[in-house]
């Protein structure tokens, strides 16, 4: 950023001359501003609610990955979006609004209770205030109180798969898990080697996928950097294999096991925070946790 240093800073400029208009207000009757968010599998536009200090407020509960996205329409048309102006998945609440207008597809803001330390099932409210010039969206952890009465939508996970050609397949819940776990088998081609990642609610931008070959026991996500990168597992020419991923309160266990081979087991980082790496000493140049 230009906070950093102005050379490496290859962006563009805003310039004033005067301060920028911050007043904030309701909208006219007419336009009501809606939430779409991936608590609800993106399908509902739901109806933010006019507060007396002029901001629009909606609250939901954090999922089973402790992790949500949102944006904002008008009216609850996407001709009329509103998203963070840096475009792509945004974990701040300091940037620049852009809209309402038909572009942002795939722009959506981002909160997560992982690096915030909100356990699943906290109630998040999030903020909307309009202005003539500006507009701004900013959230926080509120009591359970205020938390929705409604039953949280029940979330699916999807495999896309060397197998499948590609195609995004349900997987199926585990019985008796209560929504935890899910499952699938297949088995593997004359290569004995398939390919494949996991995307949360079909959405190519909560994908969950391994961390690379310096922690090859390590996954990530659901989150938006999963993409071209995929599980690898090999063995027997059909040899039938099972997956099973589990994700409770923010931790992801992915297994994948056969009758002819010890499993392969990944699991996500602890406290869904980047952790230290140090160098193998009998590996240099290698870093591990």
Same mark, same amino acid.
């Given at each position: 950023?230009?906070?950093?240093?102005?050379?490496?800073?290859?962006?563009?400029?805003?310039?004033?001359?005067?301060?920028?208009?911050?007043?904030?207000?309701?909208?006219? @009757?007419? =336009?009501?501003?809606?939430?779409?968010?991936?608590?609800?599998?993106?399908?509902?536009?739901?109806?933010?609610?006019?507060?007396?200090?002029? =901001?629009? +407020?909606? *609250?939901? $509960?954090?999922?089973?990955?402790?992790?949500?996205?949102?944006f904002v329409t008008?009216?609850?048309?996407?001709?009329?979006?509103?998203?963070?102006? +840096?475009? %792509?998945?945004?974990?701040?609440?300091?940037?620049?609004?852009?809209?309402?207008?038909?572009?942002?597809?795939?722009? $959506?803001?981002?909160?997560?209770?992982?690096?915030?330390?909100?356990?699943?099932?906290?109630?998040?409210? *999030?903020?909307?205030?309009?202005?003539?010039? &500006?507009?701004?969206?900013?959230?926080?952890?509120?009591?359970?109180?205020? =938390?929705?009465?409604?039953?949280?939508?029940?979330?699916?996970?999807?495999?896309?798969?060397?197998?499948? +050609?590609?195609?995004?397949? =349900?997987? $199926?819940?585990?019985? %008796? @898990?209560?929504?935890?776990?899910?499952?699938?088998?297949?088995?593997?081609?004359?290569?004995?080697?398939?390919?494949? +990642?996991?995307?949360?609610?079909?959405?190519?931008?909560?994908?969950?996928?391994?961390?690379?070959?310096?922690?090859?026991?390590?996954?990530?996500?659901?989150?938006?950097?999963?993409?071209?990168?995929?599980?690898?597992?090999?063995?027997?020419?059909?040899? &039938?294999?099972?997956?099973?991923?589990?994700?409770?309160?923010?931790?992801?266990?992915l297994t994948v096991?056969?009758?002819?081979? $010890?499993?392969?087991?990944?699991?996500?980082?602890?406290?869904?925070?980047?952790?230290?790496?140090?160098?193998?000493?009998?590996?240099?140049? *290698?870093?591990?946790?």
């Amino acid at each position: 950023s230009y906070d950093v240093s102005s050379y490496a800073y290859n962006g563009g400029y805003r310039y004033r001359r005067e301060a920028l208009d911050e007043t904030f207000g309701l909208l006219e @009757e007419s =336009a009501v501003p809606h939430i779409c968010g991936s608590w609800s599998g993106w399908q509902e536009m739901e109806e933010m609610v006019a507060q007396e200090d002029g =901001a629009y +407020s909606f *609250v939901f $509960r954090l999922g089973e990955t402790r992790a949500e996205s949102f944006f904002v329409t008008l009216n609850g048309d996407t001709s009329m979006r509103l998203y963070p102006g +840096s475009l %792509g998945v945004c974990d701040r609440s300091d940037v620049w609004v852009e809209g309402p207008n038909e572009g942002g597809e795939g722009a $959506r803001w981002l909160v997560d209770g992982l690096r915030e330390e909100y356990p699943s099932g906290s109630a998040i409210k *999030v903020l909307f205030w309009w202005g003539p010039v &500006r507009k701004k969206v900013e959230w926080e952890r509120v009591g359970f109180s205020l =938390a929705p009465k409604s039953l949280p939508y029940r979330h699916s996970y999807a495999l896309i798969a060397s197998w499948t +050609s590609g195609l995004a397949t =349900a997987l $199926r819940e585990a019985d %008796g @898990e209560g929504g935890k776990a899910w499952e699938t088998n297949f088995r593997l081609g004359p290569s004995g080697r398939e390919t494949f +990642s996991i995307l949360r609610d079909f959405d190519q931008l909560q994908a969950i996928y391994p961390a690379g070959p310096l922690d090859p026991t390590r996954l990530c996500g659901p989150d938006h950097l999963g993409d071209g990168k995929h599980f690898v597992v090999t063995g027997r020419s059909d040899e &039938r294999k099972h997956i099973r991923l589990e994700v409770v309160d923010g931790l992801v266990e992915l297994t994948v096991s056969s009758d002819f081979s $010890r499993p392969e087991i990944w699991r996500s980082c602890p406290s869904g925070k980047a952790e230290l790496m140090v160098m193998d000493e009998d590996h240099p140049g *290698v870093f591990r946790p």
